[in-house]
């Protein structure tokens, strides 16, 4: 079956253009683009995409799937239609789950699992060490041949920078990106909301940005040391970006990532016992939101992921103090990003694109994140004029963890397109 998608703006960051135009899909491929196609076969499906931005499906460089062994918050399948939904058309897995990512036979699991599952292009991430503990080097080569994309260690920082040093070089050595969740272990203590005014006010521990800058200063280090492709996960801090900043003019390989909740959301917004206000990086001041913003729209910040960390009700029930850290994000993510930055003049439509899609394909070495013809047809549709109010009843994700429940944002995605298949359409 042909899929026509018809009077669309179509926004290409693979050949720079932003045009109304009509894309013509077959066998799963982009195989015309043009200002007017006429087909006129039967077997035809078309899809009017007046108003709406046409995009290359966006991609998620930090997911948690949960699965294996944490199916009670989310599973591949819960969270590829959660994917789908939220228009992104390929998600990376972080290797947090239990057991961790840490061998070639758990990896294969969830590959396998998501080409029978998953509504999305499922990639996994494998860990750095062994279950995460930071002792010695998980099977990082095995894991790389047997389709890892990355490594990471997210959920902490792995603290002996010898060890890191040696991960570092063997990922250089096979070419993939390490995905770095910088915070220093020893710094933050039993932290639970960032340092400052609102940790006093609800009398908790605070993180301050030196739990997140000590280590991003560490790992640039490292990179330019080892030459490795660095890519900084869920940065938080306007002294992260600085460091981004002045690392890319020396030309250390780095990469980074800013999510929707630390460029919508200060520290001032917590709603005193709300635990879906905890996440890591915690939520901080309106000066570092500013940075991160600018970060983006200076392209200093490559890449929006959305650190997708659902949680079961019982746990987010706890104590501000006891809950676990972790929102979810992959149905709000667009929204948030046409709200906050595309209509506040922070990026252009076409910066979108890059930061959602083009971006993140070049960080982990995918061909894809453009519309260009005889490219696969991940594509997704969006209309950025919509207002939704944001209801998570309606999440195909089991996480229902987000300090967005019942906010009205802008920018609703229309449908979802997967090697040519439409996965999502809204009603
Ligand atoms: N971000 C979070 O607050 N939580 C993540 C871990 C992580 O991304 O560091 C999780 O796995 O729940
Ligand atoms: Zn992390
Ligand atoms: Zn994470």
């Known amino acids: 079956m042909k899929l026509l998608i018809k009077n669309g703006r179509v926004i290409d960051p693979g050949c720079k253009q932003d045009e109304v135009m009509d894309l013509l899909v077959e066998n799963g491929r982009i195989v015309k683009k043009e ?11 078309v899809i009017d995409a007046k108003g709406c931005f046409v995009m290359p499906g966006f991609i998620d460089l930090h997911v948690h799937l949960r699965e294996p062994g944490l199916e009670h918050k989310e599973t591949i399948a819960t969270g590829a239609r959660a994917a789908a939904r ?20 758990r990896l294969r699991f969830v590959l396998n699992k998501s080409e029978q599952v998953a509504a999305v292009h499922v990639c996994q991430v494998g860990a750095v060490t062994v279950s995460q503990m930071g002792e010695e080097l998980a099977d990082i080569e095995g894991m790389v041949k047997a389709g890892a994309v990355a490594i990471s260690e997210d959920g902490k920082s792995v603290m002996n920078v010898r060890l890191y040093e040696e991960a570092m070089s063997l990922a250089q050595t096979l ?6 969740h910088c915070e220093d272990k020893n710094l933050v203590g039993a932290g639970v909301l960032n340092k400052g005014k609102k940790s006093e006010e609800l009398r908790v521990d605070g993180i301050s940005n030196l739990v997140e800058d000590i280590i991003v200063a560490r790992d640039i280090m490292l990179a330019k040391e080892t030459k490795v492709k660095l890519h900084l996960c869920h940065c938080s801090t306007k002294d992260s970006v600085l460091m981004v900043e002045e690392a890319k003019k020396k030309g250390i390989l780095v990469t980074a990532e800013v999510c929707p909740h630390h460029f919508s959301l200060t520290e001032d917004d917590i ?36 650190d997708h960390a659902p949680h079961h009700k019982s746990e987010k029930a706890l104590s501000m103090k006891d809950a676990p850290f972790g929102i979810v994000g992959l149905e709000t993510a667009a929204a948030l990003t046409i709200t906050e930055l595309v209509e506040k003049g922070y990026l252009t439509p076409m910066q979108m694109a890059e930061k959602l899609s083009f971006n993140p394909a070049k960080v982990i070495g995918l061909d894809k994140g ?19 109010t944001v209801d998570t009843e309606e999440f195909a994700s089991l996480g229902k963890n987000t300090p967005f429940a019942g906010k009205k ?14 996965v999502y359409r809204h009603k």
């Open 35 to 45: 200002t007017q196609i006429k087909e006129c076969e039967k077997e035809l499906n």
């Open 86 to 105: 939220g228009g992104f058309t390929t998600i990376c897995a972080m290797p947090n789950t239990k057991p961790v990512i840490d061998n070639v036979d």
């Open 175 to 180: 070419d993939i990106p390490v995905l770095a």
């Open 271 to 306: 709603v005193e016992g709300d635990t879906n206000y905890k996440m890591n990086p915690p939520l901080r001041t309106k000066e570092d939101v500013e940075a991160l913003k600018l970060g983006l729209k200076n392209n200093i910040m490559d890449v929006i992921a959305t």
């Open 370 to 388: 453009t519309l260009e013809v005889g490219k696969t047809a991940d594509i997704t549709i969006l209309n950025p004029d919509r207002e939704w």
């Open 409 to 422: 944002l802008r920018g609703q995605i229309m449908a979802t397109i997967v090697d040519g298949e439409v």
